[in-house]
Each structure stands twice: as C-alpha cells, then as structure tokens.
C-alpha cells in the first residue's frame, strides 16, 4: 500500500519554523489502527488524515473531507495546525478549486479558507472558567516560583490557562523551563490535557506588535511542548479578547520554532484563526 504523505509547517512562513505537521491522503478506508502507528513512525506533534466521504469524491474537485488527527499516542479531539495543514495541501498541492472546504471532525465541521497568503480555520470559541484555589499546588509543580496573575480552566478542551504577571517580559516566558513532567505526575486525574502559560504583549512594539505570548504543553498526550497551537488560540483568543477589549489580535508563540497566528472573533461564537504556511516534504508511505 502506498499513501501519499507531506510534511507542512504550520503558522509560519518560512521553512524549518512554526509546528510541522504530517498530511496523509487516504484515497481508501484505512485499517483503524494504522492510523496511530503511521503517527508514531512520523512523530511529529500531530498527523492529519484527510478522507474521501464518498467514492466518488475528488482531493482536487469536492469540498467536503473527513478529517482526523493523532499525536504519536492517541487521537485528539481538535488540533488547529494540523486542519491548517490538511488545507495548504488540499489548496496547494492538490490544486482544490473550491473558495472554503469543510472537515467533517470529532469537533464538528470546520471550515478552512485562502485569504491572501494566509488560510483562515473557523474554529470553535471556548471559554476559560476561573479556576478554585486548591490547583494551584498543582500549577507550583509547572511554573514554579513565577508570580501567577490569572488561572483559567476550558473545560470543553480540558486545558488550564496560566497568566504570568504582566510585570514579566516575552524574554522570560520564551526562557521559562516548565517542569511539564513534573505537572504530569501532579495532575492524573483525567480533567487536565495541556497546560497553556500566556503572557500580555505590547500591541505597539516594535518591529512588530503583538496582544499576548503563550507556549503550551501536552504531556498527557505524547507532547511535552507544542510549538505553535491553533486549538489553544480557540482558548486564547476568547480569554485575551476579554481582558484587552478586542476581537482582532496578533499572538505569537514562543516556542523554539515559534509560530504566529492572527485571531478574529466572531458573532456567532467562532474564531477566525490565521496563519501561513510552507510545505517541505512531499513523499510516499510504503508498507
């Protein structure tokens, strides 16, 4: 069996930067288990599976997909790199005509379109609820010492959000080390799935502004730190849209690669999420 397979970075421009991401083009259903090994034989952060839903169905022509995504040791519910990722390849690899296509999701349909050099992921909006007291000794074993401004949970993506005091600059949020295996061992209780540390920006900086940092990390599935995360911004843009005042935003994510993504809220209760992209392998999956 052959599948076609890209490798994508995602929310990036540039080669070798943003979150690499695996594309894999299933012209057949695939043996349900292959699913998580090919996962692990690419070990990136995420792998996407994009699928006909009909027999007759064409990468190049429809536009409508199926769409899954696994890390190397478990499927996931939502990963918004990945959806940007499955996109570029359909928009341009496969050369699809159509202006928005539609992923059919365990999150539901999500929408991807071009805008300029950019695809824009319409993506659900989660709200982050303020989290009880008690956790904290739980966030000591990720942050350590850091002074902790605001802690929110998101209950739909199971993540909690920790805000740095504004007093601390993007130098100290890029070199923070986060004890994630530490965290891992506090928290196995189920309710947890990734950490998001985020941090105010300054919209007027210079050479380019940005509302807020964050960096993320998901030992719970396989991932000790994502390098640029589109799901998290789902989270993100609706805590950050509330505390500044603002539906239109730029963030950057501080990874090593580092990653930026532009966030529009909506008025139906979606987010906008855009980013670019670049494609750096394109190849075959033989067994």
């Known amino acids: 069996m052959q599948i076609p397979v890209f490798t994508v970075d995602a929310f990036t421009g540039h080669p070798f930067s943003g979150n690499p991401a695996a594309v894999c083009l299933l012209e057949n ?8 090994k090919i996962a692990m034989e690419m070990n ?52 699809n005509s159509n202006s928005v296509l539609t992923f059919v999701t365990l999150s539901g349909d ?11 992921l319409d993506l659900p909006l989660y709200i982050a609820y303020p989290q009880v007291s008690e956790n904290f000794t739980q966030l000591k074993a990720a942050v350590g ?24 600059e993007r130098s100290v949020l890029e070199n923070l080390h986060v004890r994630a295996q530490d965290f891992l061992s506090a928290e196995n ?16 900086g210079k050479p380019k502004g940005y509302d ?26 609706s805590y950050w849209s509330e505390q500044l005042g603002k539906k239109e935003m730029l963030a950057f994510q501080c990874s090593r690669r580092g990653g930026e993504l532009k966030i529009s809220l909506r008025g139906d209760g ?4 855009a980013g670019q992209f670049a494609v750096v392998m394109k190849g075959n999956l033989t067994f």
């Not at 993506?157 to 920790?162: F, P």
């Not at 799935?193 to 920006?201: F, M, Q």
């Open 189 to 204: 209780t189920g309710k947890v799935k990734g950490l998001i540390v985020t941090l105010k920006g300054d919209a007027n």
């Open 212 to 237: 807020f940092y964050s960096r993320y990390f998901a030992p719970w599935y396989g991932v000790l730190e994502d390098p640029v995360t589109g799901s998290t911004h789902a989270v993100l843009g």
């Open 29 to 36: 259903d695939l043996r349900e288990d292959l699913h998580q």
């Open 44 to 95: 990136l952060s995420e792998t996407a599976f994009i699928r006909k839903l009909h027999s007759t169905d064409d990468f190049a022509k429809s536009s409508c997909f199926g769409l899954r995504w696994f890390t190397p040791a478990n499927e996931v519910p939502l990963c918004g790199h990945a959806t940007l990722a499955a996109a570029a390849v359909l928009f341009h690899i496969q050369k």
């Open 110 to 120: 999500l929408k991807a379109r071009q805008v300029e050099d950019r695809i824009v």
């Open 145 to 168: 010492d850091m002074i902790v401004q605001d802690v929110r949970y998101s209950p739909d993506t199971k993540n909690i959000l920790v805000r740095l005091s504004d007093t601390y």
């Open 270 to 273: 979606r987010v906008d999420i």
